[in-house]
């Protein structure tokens, strides 16, 4: 399996396309607006484009979609929510995605949190999880609840340690720069900090993880360990997840 990511600048939402060969058929997970950058990551393969697969209904992953289903000819798959008007198939969890071309199958997971109707798209250890699962961080609840969402998170926890994680945007120094605030003595945390440094200095994206990375440093996969227990108080697990996700919400990148 081929994936390639979108070279999109920060807080623009990330873009992949999975191939079996460069030049071979190609399917798309998000495709946000404007569409010519879409084109330019196709182009790069290049790749024939046969499917799209959308997570969530927000702008800023299905805006170029339909432009692009058109000029290809290719099926979009779609959560089951109408403000994705566009869509040849609806999706939700425990439905199964075979593709021909590429041959490549996914299973779908049901991740509400940052949305209601947030799907996950998971297969050849890869993991598609749009904006709920970031590295380092976890998505924004626009409609969902903390229950949810920490529901969804450790559904997506519990996939194999190998998996790589596909995320929606290019967080992670911002995540980690939180994070360590919330979770000083992880030293899992601490390397990724530093490696993540690295690589945004050379302009390298920090995505995919994996995982087991994130299971080691990514605090809103950790409410339950003893440095998160005292970090966010005697509450239950939900509220220190609802605690942690307010203080990431009231968080702002120190200067450099």
Do not use: W
């Amino acid at each position: 399996m081929i994936v390639e990511r979108s070279m999109n600048d920060d807080f623009v939402s990330n873009t992949y396309v999975v191939a079996d060969e460069p030049g071979g058929h190609a399917v798309m997970i998000d495709a946000g607006g404007p569409v010519e950058p879409l084109l330019q990551l196709l182009t790069r393969g290049p790749f024939e484009l046969t499917h799209i697969l959308l997570t969530h209904h927000h702008d800023d992953h299905i805006g170029g979609a339909r432009a692009l289903a058109a000029r290809h000819g290719c099926r979009v798959y779609a959560p089951r929510d109408e403000r994705i008007e566009h869509a040849d198939a609806r999706v939700g969890g425990g439905d199964h995605v075979v593709l021909e071309r590429p041959a490549f199958a996914f299973d779908v997971l049901a991740i509400p949190g940052h949305t209601l109707s947030h799907v996950a798209y998971h297969g050849a250890g890869v993991l598609f999880c749009g904006d709920t699962l970031f590295s380092v961080g976890c998505g924004r609840l626009f409609e969902g609840t903390p229950a949810q969402m920490l529901a969804s998170l450790e559904r997506l926890a519990a996939l194999p340690g190998d998996t790589r994680v596909c995320c929606g945007h290019e967080y992670t120094q911002a995540n980690c720069a939180f994070a360590r605030g919330i979770d000083p003595a992880n030293d899992a945390l601490a390397a990724r900090a530093a490696q993540v440094d690295v690589q945004r200095a050379r302009g390298e994206p920090t995505v995919p993880s994996t995982l087991a990375d994130e299971r080691a440093s990514n605090p809103f996969l950790r409410i339950d360990a003893p440095a998160m227990r005292d970090a966010l108080g005697d509450g239950d697990r939900v509220e220190r997840f609802a605690e942690l996700r307010r203080r990431k919400d009231a968080f702002r990148m120190p200067a450099p």
